[in-house]
Each structure stands twice: as C-alpha cells, then as structure tokens.
C-alpha cells in the first residue's frame, strides 16, 4: 500500500515537473516571437531551395574568400578542434520591406539568432525583465536596450559572423546603412561582417579597406540555371510543345539568352519567360534574336506583354501590381484575395468565402513580375530594381491606387463580419486574424497615404468608420496588438 502510494506521487510529481517544462517552454517562445519579427530563417531555408546545383562554384574557390575559410581552418587546428564557439548570424534586406527595415528590427533579428543558438534551452534574465516590462507597458524594446544585451552575448562567443545580404536594399538612405553597419562593427574584434551589395559609390568608398569580391553569375551558371527552368516547364505549355517538336531549339535558347543576360539570373528569368506565350518556333527564334539588353528594357517588355492580354487581365494584373507596390509591407495571397473581393461588395454586405477571388488567377496575371513565397505566401516584386521601375513607369497610376488601398482599408474595418465588435480574449483576437488577414493592415495602414492623396476621395469612408463606434473600438485593439508586435 504503502509502494503504490509512493509510486502515485512519484507519478504526480513528474507530471508537475512536465507541466511546469512546458510552461517555461512555452513562455520562452512567446518572448523569442515577441522579439523579432523577421524570420530570417524561413528566407534563408527558402532561398536555399532555389539555388541550382552546381552553380557558384567559383565563388567558393576564389583566392580571396579562401584565405578567409583557410585562416578560420588554421584557427580551428590550433585550438586543436577544441573549440566551437562559434556562431554564424545573417540579415537578408528587401527594398519591399525598407519602411519595416528599421535597426531596432534588424538588431531584434540578430539576437533572436544568438537566442536560438543558445546551448541552455532557456531565455537570459535579462530578455526576460525586458520582455516583461514592455509587455506590461505595450511598448518595444529601444536601441540602446537591445545593443547592450546583443554586445553581452557576442562575448560569449569567440567570433560572432554577422553576414548581411543586399545592403543596397536596406533602406533609402545609404548613409542609414552605413550606420547600422558601423555600429555593429564597433561592438569588437571578435565580431566578423561580411556584405553583399550593388555597386554604390558610397559603399565602395567605406569599404575601401576591406577585401571585395567582385560577383556575377558566370556562363555556366546561367546555362545550368536555365537548363533547370525549361526543365520545370508545365508539359502542355507552348513552350515545351515546341521544345518536343524542335529539341535543338532548347540549346538555341539557353545560348541565347546566356549571351544577353549580363551575368543576372534576374534578366535570365525574365527573358525565358518572355518564350512562354510564343505561339510558334518561329515567334521564339525572332524574340531571340531581339532581346531587351537592359533590365528597363526588360520590364517595359514585360508590361508591354501584360497589355496585349485581355481587357479584364489587364485591368487585374496592373491593380494586383500597383497594390503590391503602394502596399506599407508585403502583401500576402490571402490579403490580397481579400482585398480584390471588396471591390465589388456592397456596404450592407458581409464578406464571405465565395467571394474570395483564386489567389493563382491574382499573382498570374502580373506575368512573372511578382513572386510568391512558398511558405509565408508572402508577394513581392521580383526585385527592387523592378519595383523602382514601375513606381517611375506607372507613376501617373500611382496616386489612384494609394486612393483605392485606402478605401478598400477602411471599406473593410466597418464591414458586418466584426459587428461583434471588441475581442474578450486572445482566443478570439487570433480567430478574427486568421479569417480576416487584411484587418492588421487595414487597421495600421489606412491613414498611411492620408499625406499623399486628396483626403476629400476619402472623406465618406472615414466617415462611415468614425460614426461606427464598434468599428472604432474594434479597430482600435488592432492597431494597438500590431503596433506593439511590429512598430513602424
């Protein structure tokens, strides 16, 4: 009797100290997600999906990166394989997220790494205190908190890298850049950068000092490159039905293009995509043989053949690719169908799901210009030089669609759906996000584009929010859980 009752609370107490594990485990990822909310590991695992085997070798094998990977090695043996304190960090910067790129963000990301990596399992006292003092306060952590946190725990590290991907897309002031950079820079020797940037003239001269490596795809590459594409070719497009009729033509293309690309995988992507409409093999010798030799040629290529689709698709892709490019942060599919479908809803009208638009029908029609993240859904245009393209090409447009964005915005926040109103609890509150993924943005957003545009196009549809108390309560604790979670 005496055994079975020990055994019982032998049991129970193992159960306590489960419970009590997950609960620690649990908090210490609510404070990890708190803390950054760039994944960086997703971009970087998605990334590495797309790269072609066998392309980049080069880079590898060059003289002046060797001497860097044989000087880690000498390092390595003489501590003989002793030690691995070691850690490798990285940023991936997009010109599509530069208003969200602030530092305090970046260095919440660098961090949120150095936590991960963390051999303890568990979260510092002093990201905890943090944590907990902010949250009580619904403020975020200021620059100066998370530098001296983040210069702590570098120090527990031999060497901390720090790699930095697309610099030139980190924001619109290089000199911003630079700072962030030189900041960083200045936390030790034992912290070790390496960038990867466009030519700048600014960024030349800062780094003046240091070892570059001039990269491009080579001949190679590309060829693998588009080897691989054609290959991924839907069997019953154009395209690869000309292939099946015409084998030599793929050698054809791929020579081609390789000889027009300038080193880009970017203009090689655009160019093989310029094939795919062609009705015929001799429609894709001639585009061949007169391809754009610039990326704005390209673009405008690429808007040109957007514009001898039909009206409707027309009409669809330049709204998806105006929205995409006015849009404060990146747009995923799902927000995007939502938004397309309150084109055509009336105000006495609920939103449901056979309203909702095919996500595939939206991104498809932009002809190749936009990309879609796989795992986040996430949409942008297929590279800022486009992106900066358009916002000159298709300026004239521009100012109508910031007016649309911001009326679809607010056409959205006083719809029947939350005629509930305020949400009693976090339960809800994550419902409400997951069913209606356009009410973060809406609700941070719709005064965004106030400055630009003419406030008289809008002024019914503010109207109709502020006379609408629910909406305004509603929209309100949006606004507050999104700016304590992602600050501007």
């Known amino acids: 009797m005496v055994q079975s009752s020990h055994r019982e609370l032998t049991e129970i107490g193992q159960k306590v100290s489960q419970t009590q594990l997950k609960d620690e485990e649990d908090l210490n990822e609510r404070i990890l997600l708190w803390l950054s909310p760039f994944p960086f590991r997703k971009q970087h695992d998605a990334i590495l999906e797309t790269v072609q085997a066998g392309t980049g070798g080069w880079f590898m094998k060059h003289e002046k990166l060797m001497h860097h990977i044989r000087s880690i090695v000498v390092d390595t043996l003489e501590h003989k394989l002793a030690s691995k304190n070691a850690l490798c960090t990285y940023i991936y910067c997009n010109y599509g997220r530069r208003n969200e790129q602030t530092p305090v963000a970046l260095l919440s990301s660098l961090l949120l790494q150095v936590l991960r990596h963390s051999k303890s399992g568990t979260v510092p006292s002093e990201i905890s205190s943090l944590y907990d003092s902010h949250k009580k306060l619904g403020t975020r952590p200021t620059w100066k908190e998370l530098f001296d946190i983040f210069t702590k725990m570098t120090f527990e590290y031999e060497t901390t890298y720090i790699v930095i991907d697309a610099l030139d897309e980190y924001s619109e002031s290089e000199n911003d850049a630079l700072w962030f950079l030189s900041t960083i820079s200045s936390i030790g020797s034992n912290v070790k950068i390496m960038c990867s940037s466009r030519f700048s003239t600014t960024f030349d001269a800062y780094f003046d000092s240091f070892e570059k490596v001039e990269i491009s795809a080579r001949d190679e ?73 610039t990326l704005n040629d390209t673009y405008s290529d690429a808007l040109k053949r ?21 849009a404060r942060q990146n747009l995923t599919v799902m927000q995007l ?10 105000e006495e009208m609920a939103l449901e799901d056979d309203d909702l638009p095919d996500g595939d029908v939206l991104t498809a029609a932009c002809g190749g210009l936009i990309t879609v993240d796989k795992e986040s859904q996430t949409i942008n245009v297929i590279h800022y030089t486009a992106q900066q393209y358009f916002e000159i090409s298709l300026a004239p447009k521009l100012m109508a669609a910031r007016v649309n964005l911001t009326k679809i915005s607010l056409a959205y926040l006083v719809l029947l759906n939350f005629s509930t109103g305020f949400c009693t609890s976090d339960t809800t509150m994550a419902q409400r996000l997951r069913e209606y993924p356009f009410i973060e943005y809406a609700a941070k957003h719709w005064g965004s584009e106030v400055n630009l545009i003419d406030a008289g196009e809008i002024l019914p549809d503010l109207e109709r929010l502020w006379s609408n108390p629910v909406a305004v309560e509603m929209t309100s604790q949006v606004w507050s859980l999104s700016s304590a979670r992602y600050p501007s």
């Open 306 to 326: 957007i514009r001898e689709q039909p009206a409707e698709m027309v009409e669809l892709a330049e709204l998806v690719l105006l929205w995409v490019i006015c």
């Open 221 to 293: 590459d590309i060829e693998l490159f588009l080897d691989s594409e054609i290959s991924r070719l839907p069997t019953l497009s154009s395209l690869s039905k000309h292939l099946r009729a015409e084998p030599d033509l793929r050698r054809h293309i791929i020579v081609s293009i390789t000889g027009e690309c300038q080193g880009m995988f970017l203009l090689a992507k655009l160019h093989l995509e310029s094939l795919l409409p062609k009705i015929n093999r001799k429609a894709v010798r001639l585009a061949l043989a007169s391809l754009p030799g």
């Open 337 to 346: 169908q939502h938004m397309y479908a309150m084109l055509e809803l009336s």
